[in-house]
């Protein structure tokens, strides 16, 4: 198939960027959407022109690097799909392309296609563990732990950080990844103790670098893992009772 | 031309301590000198990679109170390879009271790997295994469990016990993050200095000691030297040097080959996973290839048409007319055979015009039976997001027709020698995971992979790093305005550069390819002396067009893809040289290493013991000149050598 790629071109994140437009001929369906890129950056570099940025690194879905806006979706328009898992299939011959990096304030662009996402490890410096030394562990089995936390935990879990969720977002708000992130240690026994604390200081991290929640639900129809806003709901409660919980810090300003 | 180390004077000690080998770890830990913690706070160790060894090194190396800089490629610590892993991680705890224990993983992981691992390294493997369940259960890791609460098991290839904990098919994602998560409680106490976007490019050393590393920031594109008293090089495998591989596509081999230039042993470089379940590959401009877990393997079952040239759809061809071979062939393991075994096997239904898909490249695995027996639901639950994966990549449902597989180059056994303490040959260097050798052998048990690279990091250099470092307290760091430093920066700036100024006409990917091609057709499953020759010399000759043709567009002080890819090529391209060469040096079948000349008359690896029971170290000599092997001899007192039978 032919498509023609209106993409983002930006050398830095101190000069003004561009949508330029390229042809894509003879596009394998079976390529995935990265290989589309692949071939087209082969073309650049044999045209002397400089390839098109983009993240990308185990393409299959896992890592989290990728991830563009492809026609105003971020991953593009196979839900639960990370763009490196889109393929070529799902588009038609002819077909025009708009692809842009995640736009965000918190995620300022570095070239082209790829962002700074590294707001995302502040939110986990400041709280997103269990704070337990290598060594100090009991046996693993003497915790028992329902299955349905364990799955539930798991959900979770499986955010793959790649910032979707932000990207889709018009508040461009951090919910559902600080959301995930806190709740698969809080659904789990072992999270409890840390809880509370977990919570603020994770929230309050994320409100230095991101927009405000207002529960439009885009963020969710754009995880590549499909992850529930049920967690944001989990999260806001663990947050206001931290208010309440965390002793240390109430009648403080 | 192959040298003997007969006139080398350095003797490869691999520092085994004496005594029963139930009883060697624990001798060591209390032999080996402790930094009071007072003094922890006077030493700095660099960690290069964040991967489960890099991460799980780090912030344990935070946590006990020593000054940290760690440093990672990627973006973000989480992004690293080992999140890919997909079946689980081994423990001995028995809990499913199927017989297990700490010494019968140790046997099955020598077995595994087929007699060519260090049992010392191995037994220590085994018993800190059981400590990394209890540490990553604590951190929170969300292992499946039973509806008593407790944690569930599954087994994996080249086992007949279940001693496999696993998150889903998502375990390798699940323990990065528990070990990132521990990082990022120590960069947060600033015990911890991280570095993301910085990229590896040189070790320093000094008076035949490490003492810090060259890092290109991969944004700014500038240069920088960071000193230490111990560089600890947590970078993974080589795979990619094949290009089609399961590997991440930035995983490469440029800081071991670093190291390795810079006098660190590379041993069995041969030693080469091909894992047996992967998703063929669709057309010519696939760009990598993706696992199917192994875990698969033990609901799903392989076959192949009888009939050669048979291209019916699979569910028109009958149970009588179809081959389920490893069924057949090893009745005892079945489907579960190690990952060598497997893959070899599927090598031959293909030669032996039994493929399946559209490109004849491909093997079932097959559903049917265990969706009959346990129900769809059942099947889900185990496998959901796999099946899901490889529907997205086929746009075949496999709950309906059979998976296609075929093998792919997943992991490399080989890496930078080490002793007992995980120290290369050169003194203040340490390897750990999937850079180092030590552990597997010719071939690596499914599973173990996670097991090994957190054993190193957690449980494992914590202790013996002590060893090294007692002798420098008080002792500051070299400078970084010491003319190693100055000299070695100098360099690396030079050769970004020199990339940059060949200006010729291929991309970089052109090179990657050719190389892989070769790599595959002659180092891959199946090796010949004639096949290897050929190799050599093909790999000298895209070599050199490499360096007279390649075209790298843009600056070296900005970000740049190509430039990074660059001098990662630039790498593989004299790796796989040493590849083939330790390949042809190994005349014998072990594990993943497969010479054509040496097979049992059923095709099975023919090992030669006399010979070969050693591991290959090959130190470099320049590049005028061909390495030198240093051999460190293996006993085995406790694995009685056999031949490996799964039968």
Request: glycine share 8%.
């Amino acid at each position: 198939m032919d498509l023609s790629l209106k993409v983002w071109r930006q050398a830095s994140t101190n000069e003004e960027g561009e949508f330029k437009t390229y042809q894509a001929k003879n596009v394998s369906p079976e390529a995935s959407f990265l290989e589309m890129l692949d071939e087209v950056n082969e073309d650049l570099n044999a045209a002397g022109e400089d390839p098109i940025a983009f993240e990308h690194d185990c393409r299959e879905g896992i890592c989290g690097a990728c991830g563009v806006m492809i026609n105003g979706n971020p991953h593009g328009p196979q839900s639960g799909t990370a763009t490196c898992q889109l393929h070529m299939r799902k588009f038609e011959d002819g077909d025009s392309i708009t692809i842009e990096p995640w736009r965000a304030t918190a995620f300022p662009v570095l070239k082209d296609l790829i962002v700074d996402r590294s707001p995302f490890d502040r939110i986990m410096e400041a709280g997103g563990y269990i704070s337990v030394n290598t060594g100090a562990a009991p046996d693993a089995n003497i915790i028992p732990i329902p299955k349905w936390a364990a799955e539930a935990s798991m959900d979770a879990a499986s955010c793959i950080g790649c910032a979707a969720c932000v990207a889709a977002c018009p508040n461009s708000a951090g919910n559902l990844f600080t959301a995930a992130k806190t709740q698969h240690l809080s659904l789990l026994p072992q999270g409890q103790p840390e809880r509370y604390l977990r919570a603020a200081a994770m929230v309050e991290t994320m409100e230095q670098y991101f927009g405000s929640c207002r529960n439009y639900g885009e963020c969710e129809k754009a995880c590549p893992k499909n992850i529930s806003i049920d967690f944001i709901a989990m999260m806001n409660k663990d947050y206001v009772r931290a208010q309440f919980k965390n002793m240390e810090r109430l009648g403080q300003k | 031309m192959v040298t003997e180390s007969e006139s080398s004077t350095y003797a490869l000690d691999a520092k085994i301590p004496e005594g029963p080998i139930q009883d060697q770890w624990d001798q060591h830990k209390f032999s080996t000198p402790l930094v009071n913690p007072a003094n922890k706070r006077k030493y700095e160790i660099i960690v290069i990679g964040t991967g489960l060894a890099g991460a799980s090194a780090a912030a344990s190396f935070g946590e006990l109170g020593y000054n940290v800089k760690v440093f990672t490629y990627h973006d973000s610590p989480r992004r690293a390879h080992s999140i890919a892993a997909q079946g689980g991680i081994n423990a001995a705890k028995n809990y499913p009271n199927d017989g297990d224990s700490i010494f019968r993983l140790f046997y099955d992981t020598v077995k595994g790997g087929d007699y060519r691992s260090r049992e010392s390294n191995v037994y220590r493997l085994a018993q800190v295994a059981n400590e990394i369940i209890d540490q990553t259960t604590a951190q929170g890791i969300p292992y499946a469990r039973e509806y008593g609460g407790l944690l569930d098991n599954r087994s994996f290839g080249g086992a007949q016990v279940s001693r496999t904990f696993y998150a889903r098919g998502q375990t390798g994602q699940q323990l990065l993050l528990g070990a990132y998560q521990a990082l990022a409680r120590q960069i947060d106490a600033g015990t911890v200095e991280y570095y993301n976007r910085s990229e590896m490019l040189e070790v320093v050393i000094k008076d035949g000691h490490a003492v810090g590393v060259i890092i290109r920031d991969l944004v700014s594109g500038e240069v920088t030297s960071h000193s230490a008293h111990v560089v600890v090089l947590a970078t993974g495998g080589y795979s990619n040097v094949f290009f089609l591989s399961t590997n991440a596509m930035a995983c490469n081999g440029s800081a071991v080959w670093r190291a390795y230039r810079k006098g660190a042993f590379f041993a069995n470089p041969a030693f080469t996973q091909i894992h047996p379940t992967c998703i063929p590959a669709a057309d010519e401009h696939q760009s990598k290839l993706t696992l199917m877990s192994e875990s698969l393997r033990n609901d799903g079952r392989i076959w192949v048409p009888t009939t050669p040239g048979d291209t019916r759809p699979a569910n028109d061809i009958p149970d009588e007319e179809r081959d389920y071979y490893l069924e057949r062939m090893y009745p005892a393991f079945g489907n579960l055979v190690p990952r060598d075994v497997a893959s070899r096997a599927a090598m031959r239904m293909l030669d032996e015009d039994r493929g399946v898909g559209p490109l004849r490249n491909g093997v079932y695995l097959d559903f049917k039976s265990a969706i009959g027996r346990l129900g769809q639901p059942k099947i889900e639950e185990r496998y959901g997001n796999l099946f899901e994966m490889y529907e997205r990549i086929t746009d075949e449902n496999p709950y309906e027709v059979p998976m296609r597989i075929y093998p792919a180059p997943h992991y490399t056994m080989g890496g930078l020698w080490v002793d007992y303490n995980l120290m290369t040959t050169i003194p203040g260097l340490y390897a750990i995971g999937e850079a180092n050798f030590s552990d597997h052998g010719a071939n690596r048990l499914g599973a173990s992979a996670l097991m090994q690279g957190l054993a190193d990091g957690y449980f494992v250099l914590p202790y013996t790093i002590g060893g090294y470092l007692v002798d420098y307290l008080n002792v500051p760091p070299v400078s970084t305005d010491d003319p190693v430093f100055v000299e070695a920066q100098a360099a690396v700036e030079e050769q970004t550069n020199a990339f940059l100024a060949i200006n010729g006409t291929q991309s970089v990917d052109h090179f990657h390819r050719q190389l892989g091609n070769v790599m595959i057709e002659y180092c891959g499953l199946a090796r010949s002396s004639e096949g290897l020759e050929t190799a050599i010399s093909e790999i000298k000759e895209i070599r050199t067009n490499f360096w007279n043709d390649l075209r790298v567009i843009g600056t070296s002080d900005s970000l740049n893809q190509s430039l990074e890819r660059a001098g990662r090529v630039a790498d593989f391209l004299e790796l796989a040289e040493l590849m083939c060469i330790d390949a042809l040096n190994r005349e014998e079948s072990c594990g993943g290493h497969f010479r054509l000349e040496h097979q049992t008359e059923d095709g099975e690896a023919q090992r030669d013991d006399v010979n070969f029971a050693y591991s290959a170290a090959w130190e470099w000599m320049g590049s005028k000149n061909s390495p030198l092997l240093h051999k460190e001899y293996l006993e085995f007192e406790y694995v009685a050598l056999s031949q490996r039978s799964y039968k």
